[in-house]
């Protein structure tokens, strides 16, 4: 098992973009798990961890409700925003500047085989992210994603998540809002709760200004533990 982990921070780029950016290195670990089973070899899977800003953009998975996007293709342009059905699983969400966005690219079969711990050990990052800053971050009601003032009548979701896993390879991640223009939120049902009240870490904290590379390090130093993982 090959529990290195290469990171990669793409900086700000089109959501697009990442998505292909992800799509090969997805592609790349597949063709090797064929392969090895085709040949009966050993050959070892690489990892890979992107971090990135995407420009803003909506974004709706398989599963998810055209009606949740409550904006049209005209508001859409007039808001400099994009949208894009995709193959991850969760309902729709938004991603722009001041939200770091985490593409994990793993071959779970390098470290275990369960797609719900999977979820889970994403959850347990962000928490121990958030916590650095005072913030206490939280598990919902079984639903995924990371809250505040979960157990409450009242709960803020502060980072959301959607994954798409084949023969054991994952895509896509998690969107934790930092700075974030949460006004952008107004355009949609949040991952297809209506009662959905969304927040950011710089909220959280009085608005105060968060340094957006000192939170990627956090989230790298905790994936690191969560994983029981090594960055190259």
Not at 122 to 143: F, Q, S
């Amino acid at each position: 098992m090959n529990k290195q982990v290469k990171f990669i921070d793409l900086g700000v780029m089109d959501y697009k973009d990442a998505w292909d950016y992800q799509q090969n290195l997805f592609d790349e670990i597949v063709e090797i798990k064929k392969k090895n089973r085709k040949n009966n070899s050993k050959s070892i899977t690489p990892n890979y961890f992107l971090l990135v800003e995407h420009p803003n953009v909506y974004t709706l998975g398989k599963s998810g409700n055209i009606s949740n996007l409550l904006i049209n293709e005209n508001q859409l342009k007039s808001k400099n925003a994009s949208f894009y059905k995709i193959n991850r699983g969760g309902d729709i969400t938004y991603h722009g500047p001041g939200q770091i966005v985490g593409y994990p690219i793993l071959d779970l079969e390098n470290f275990f085989t369960d797609i719900h711990q999977y979820l889970r050990c994403l959850e347990e990052t962000v928490i121990n992210t958030l916590k650095i800053y005072g913030v206490k971050g939280e598990r919902n009601n079984g639903k995924t994603g990371v809250w505040i003032d979960a157990n409450t009548p009242f709960p803020k979701k502060i980072c959301a998540m959607g994954v798409r896993a084949s023969r054991w390879v994952t895509m896509h991640g998690f969107a934790l809002n930092v700075n974030v223009n949460l006004e952008y939120f107004n355009n949609i049902i949040p991952c297809g709760l209506t009662n959905n009240i969304i927040t950011s870490l710089s909220k959280e904290l009085n608005y105060k200004d968060i340094d957006m590379n000192k939170v990627k390090e956090d989230l790298k130093n905790s994936f690191s533990k969560t994983f029981k993982s090594e960055f190259i």
